[in-house]
Structures are given as structure tokens and as C-alpha cells.
């Protein structure tokens, strides 16, 4: 059984950081890439981030760029996201997620954290 766990959020004042983890296990898990989503009350999930394990690509989304980063653990299956400069808007339950192959959905899902961002 797989299981992602996620962990790391909490409550902080605009401008400030906070570094998101997410572990995988499983006795059969692999992945091509894992990422990170954020969905906000009323609105629909947001892709933030992945890293893709092969060439050690990483890739952000452009409402993020400059202010979050990803990286990863390929041997641990841990992805986390670095998250700076943080507004309120970017307040949301953050969930991160694996998918199998390049063309495959992300198929497995945390529990979410919340990060609340104050003004």
C-alpha cells in the first residue's frame, strides 16, 4: 500500500517562509515524478511544482516562480517545497502527489497540509 505523507505547514505573516515535506512509501512504490498542488477554499486545485526524478528536472508554475522552489530525494521519495516570500493569497491546503510515467495522472495523494499566510 502506498502512502504520501505530507507535513510542514502552518500558519505564518505575509513575507515569511516555510518548507513543505512529503514522503512516499511503500514496498512497490516508484515514480516518474512527484509534485505539489494547492487548492484554495473556493477554488479549484493549482498545480505549484514537480520534480521529475529522471535528469533531475524540476519545474514550477509561473504564479510561484522566483518565490517557491522544489527539489527532491529520488532514494528517500521525498519531494519538498521551499516556499519565500509568502502572500496571502497563496493560503491553501497543499497537497503533493506521484504519478508513474509521463503520461500517467498523479495517481497517488497525500493527506494536504494547510499553510495560512496573514497579512
Known amino acids: 500500500q502506498v502512502q504520501l505523507v505530507a507535513s510542514g505547514g502552518g500558519l505564518v505573516q505575509a513575507g515569511g517562509s516555510l518548507r513543505l515535506s512529503c514522503a512516499a512509501s511503500g514496498r512497490t512504490f516508484s515514480s516518474y515524478a512527484m509534485g505539489w498542488f494547492r487548492q484554495a477554499p473556493g477554488k479549484e486545485r493549482e498545480f505549484v511544482g514537480a520534480v521529475v526524478w529522471s535528469g533531475g528536472r524540476a519545474v514550477v508554475a509561473d504564479s510561484v516562480k522566483g518565490r517557491f522552489t522544489i527539489s527532491g530525494d529520488n532514494a528517500k521519495n521525498t519531494v519538498y517545497l521551499q516556499m519565500n516570500s509568502l502572500k496571502p493569497d497563496d493560503t491553501a491546503v497543499y497537497y503533493c502527489?506521484?504519478?508513474?510515467?509521463?503520461?500517467?495522472?498523479?495517481?497517488?495523494w497525500g493527506q494536504g497540509t494547510q499553510v495560512t499566510v496573514s497579512s
Open positions: 502527489a506521484s504519478r508513474a510515467t509521463s503520461v500517467a495522472p498523479y495517481d497517488y
